[in-house]
């Protein structure tokens, strides 16, 4: 492979030289990552690093510094060292809060991600044959992607209401109609649904390119072999996006873990049950009087590290997977 | 099969480029499925478009009825189609200073965010300076983020920069939410360049930016393309950062005026739904225009960390 890359220039140099070209270069790089470096360190790290310092006070609307009308007044929160977490993690009703949103988030991140990777893949090979219309077919799939999410979560929210066409055409189908944005469970349901339709045109665009990418002589000569379909696609073509799922695995579960906009605009702040942590913690930062910015921004450092973790072990997990297959 | 071959390619909208790595490929044994499979394929991928496009049609018909609770009774409106939403949207309220405000900061958001990225991931891609792994680390760890919860202190950031209220905080606040992603894509982009083009590069005498201004960014048009029209896409559709940092009317983006048409007390869907498919229009052309671009650039680049 080319590794003899970026001008890693291997000829023989004086070490003065080699110091003076690996400055030149890597001042270049460093001026060219310094932007990205600027607005993230100003406009996430330093956010976090103070929302890491309210997770340890009790700050809240009513003692954070304001400004009424003229007059200016000081913040009065105190240092309350870990209280925040215990009290979520363990506290009287940390089941309530935290630990029933903890499950719910997990149930819905492993069943979107599940449904938008199975669909999108299923679209994808479908898409990759030679097929009448196919970029036809491939324009109208990926439309969900390109109109905005309030727009469809707006639509889907008159879909699904009382008197809406999902439940007229299941009432004409003789089936029951559940009340999609009330019950707790079909709330959840809801949610996932309209996830899933939202999603899947991400999955289904990247898969398509990763398999794009696989050389079509592997296939003849899987072909030769006598390999049936199903051993092609089990032994050619998920090889061969292996890298392309693994990326966009990890990206889908870290998104739909913080996904947002769509619960947010389907229930608002009503269905309790539906909330996932993110919206959970946006709620207690600014969906209730008094606002609880310390309970808030702790839950923000608990979801940040939930996620640090997992892809932790997920990118050791695929690097171990790797070197074991090659 | 050649038939079926131009027929396809026609339907490509004028593809001046060669067309690009995904033809050559899937030769032509392996595809001349069966009848069956062909009728099957047909109709999963019928199937699937439509449930794709059902919502969007939907709301499109809605927005045909002229009174506030007709999606209530969409047989009715079969009767009475009108576009009096419309008209009352683009006359009585501010439609097209939202949609000014909002094309302003999608398209800046795209040029300096892809920009930034571009830089970065060249930067990452081609040059082994200490701290790249961290850097790569970096940007996908922002991706963590539960913005929903940074709010607060961005927005006492924003506002001791004397920021809130106008439209740099947002073009930040999106830069900084998409950059990290298109980073990574551009990244596998920039890789999939053979180095030599570099090497031939400094070989004339241009600096490591020359190289990459003069020579790589051309090439990597159809990865700008989707990193741009990701970018876009993000920042036309924000609503949460929008409406928490636009204060005044004037300054407000579609999406935080489409939200202002349901209130709590009076919901205008009628409005609503004309709004959201005027919003969804040029979004859709865009999205036309960058199509073709989109499976190459995301072939290549996309999905390789």
């Known amino acids: 492979m080319t590794v003899a890359v970026a001008g890693a220039g291997p000829k023989r140099r004086s070490p003065a030289q080699r110091i003076k070209q690996s400055w030149q270069k890597h001042w270049y790089a460093y001026a060219m990552a310094a932007p990205v470096v600027v607005v993230l360190g100003v406009l996430v790290g330093y956010p976090l690093v103070q929302g890491l310092y309210l997770t340890l006070t009790d700050a809240n609307s009513l003692n954070s510094a304001r400004t009424i009308g003229v007059n200016h007044i000081d913040a009065t929160y105190k240092f309350i060292g870990l209280h ?7 506290g009287p009703t940390a089941w309530d809060r935290f630990w029933s949103h903890f499950l719910w988030t997990i149930v819905w991140t492993a069943a979107c991600v599940a449904l938008h990777y199975c669909i999108g893949l299923g679209l994808a090979l479908l898409l990759n044959q030679k097929l009448r219309g196919r970029t036809l077919y491939r324009m109208l799939l990926i439309l969900p992607w390109a109109v905005p999410t309030f727009v469809t979560v707006f639509s889907w929210r008159i879909m699904l209401g009382d008197s809406g066409i999902v439940n007229s055409v299941l009432g004409g189908l003789h089936l029951p109609q559940p009340a999609w944005l009330e019950e707790p469970h079909f709330q959840q349901l809801a949610a996932i649904i309209v996830n899933t339709w939202c999603g899947v045109p991400f999955m289904m ?122 | 099969m050649t038939t079926q071959t131009t027929l396809t390619t026609a339907t490509t909208p004028a593809e001046q480029t060669p067309p690009p790595v995904r033809r050559p490929a899937r030769t032509v044994r392996r595809d001349r499925p069966s009848r069956r499979a062909t009728v099957l394929s ?34 009715r409106i079969w009767s009475k189609v009108s576009f009096s939403n419309y008209s009352f949207v683009l006359e009585h309220t501010r439609f097209f200073t939202w949609l000014g405000n909002t094309a302003l900061i999608a398209v800046a958001t795209s040029v300096i965010g892809v920009f930034m990225a571009a830089t970065a991931g060249y930067a990452v891609s081609r040059m082994r300076f200490p701290g790249h792994k961290k850097l790569m680390w970096l940007l996908l760890v922002t991706q963590m983020f539960p913005v929903a919860v940074l709010m607060v202190p961005m927005y006492v950031i924003l506002a001791d920069l004397g920021l ?13 939410t998409a950059v990290p992603y298109c980073a990574w894509m551009l990244k596998g982009y920039f890789d999939t360049i053979p180095y030599e083009i570099d090497e031939a590069g400094r070989v004339d005498g241009l600096s490591p930016f020359g190289t990459f201004w003069r020579l790589i960014l051309p090439l990597a048009r159809p990865g700008l393309a989707v990193a741009g029209f990701y970018t876009c896409l993000t920042a036309w559709g924000e609503v949460a950062f929008a409406s928490t940092f ?3 009317d004037s300054k407000y983006t579609l999406a935080v005026g489409l939200s202002s048409f349901v209130s709590e007390h009076d919901a205008q869907w009628n409005y609503m739904a004309a709004t959201a498919v005027l919003i969804a229009i040029p979004v859709s052309v865009i999205f036309y225009l960058v199509q073709k671009h989109l499976v190459t650039g995301l072939t290549a680049g996309g999905t390789k960390g």
């Open chain 2, 42 to 75: 047909h109709t999963a991928l019928s199937i699937a478009s439509l449930i794709a496009l059902f919502p969007i049609a939907w709301l499109a018909f809605l927005s045909l009825g002229p009174d506030k609770s007709d999606y209530l009774h969409p047989g």
């Open chain 1, 205 to 326: 665009v990247s898969l398509l390119g990763g398999l794009q990418s696989i050389s079509a002589d592997l296939y003849e000569a899987a072909e030769m072999d006598g390999a049936s379909p199903w051993q092609r696609f089990l032994n050619v073509t998920l090889p061969g996006l292996r890298s392309v799922s693994s990326t966009v695995v990890l990206l889908g579960i870290i998104w739909t873990f913080n996904q947002f906009a769509i619960i947010f605009l389907l229930f608002g702040n009503g269905a309790p049950d539906a909330q996932i942590l993110v919206t959970w913690a946006y709620r207690l930062g600014f969906g209730q009087q008094p606002r609880d910015y310390a309970q808030s921004a702790a839950y923000g450092v608990l979801l940040l590290s939930i996620l640090i973790v997992f892809t932790s072990f997920y990118r050791r997990w695929l690097a171990r997977s790797e070197k074991a297959s090659s």
């Open chain 2, 246 to 248: 636009m204060l005044d």
């Open chain 1, 84 to 90: 925040n977490y215990a009290d979520i993690l363990w």
């Open chain 2, 164 to 176: 809130i209220d106008t439209f740099g905080a947002l073009i930040l606040v999106y830069c900084s």
